[in-house]
């Protein structure tokens, strides 16, 4: 199993973004999925996740601005980015709880994390 995330890049403050990460190889069922961030200097911290039902939470620095959503067709989890922030500037990786057959249990895979740079 793979997650491959992209959408990363160089923005304004103010501006906006989307990522994606697609999960993809031997998939039974994918639980929860999720983006988490890391600032230089900093942990790893969580920002947004949505269940296999389409529910929600998000981090406080995050809520109004960001909205993560997932296409249950593609294996694949967004996140929309608006308004951002120079304090958003972080490497962003995508996280999955996948199930590979009927018969194995869920294990927690990530992505390789996308560069998102916020400034002028």
């Known amino acids: 199993v793979q997650l491959q995330a992209s959408g990363g890049g160089l923005v304004q403050p103010g501006g906006c973004l989307r990522l994606?990460?697609?999960?993809?190889?031997?998939?039974?069922?994918?639980?929860?999925m999720g983006w988490y961030r890391q600032a230089p200097g900093k942990q790893r911290e969580l920002v947004a996740i949505?269940?296999?039902?389409?529910?929600?939470n998000y981090a406080d620095s995050v809520k109004g601005r960001f909205t993560i959503s997932r296409d249950n067709a593609k294996n694949t989890v967004y996140l929309q980015m608006n308004s951002l922030k120079p304090e958003d500037t972080a490497v962003y990786y995508c996280?999955?709880?996948?199930?590979?057959?009927?018969?194995?249990?869920?294990?927690?895979?990530w992505g390789q994390g996308t560069l998102v740079t916020v400034s002028s």
């Open positions: 949505i269940t296999s039902g389409g529910s929600t």
């Open positions: 994606s990460c697609a999960a993809s190889g031997s998939i039974f069922s994918i639980n929860g």
């Open positions: 996280n999955a709880l996948i199930r590979r057959s009927w018969s194995t249990s869920t294990n927690t895979y």
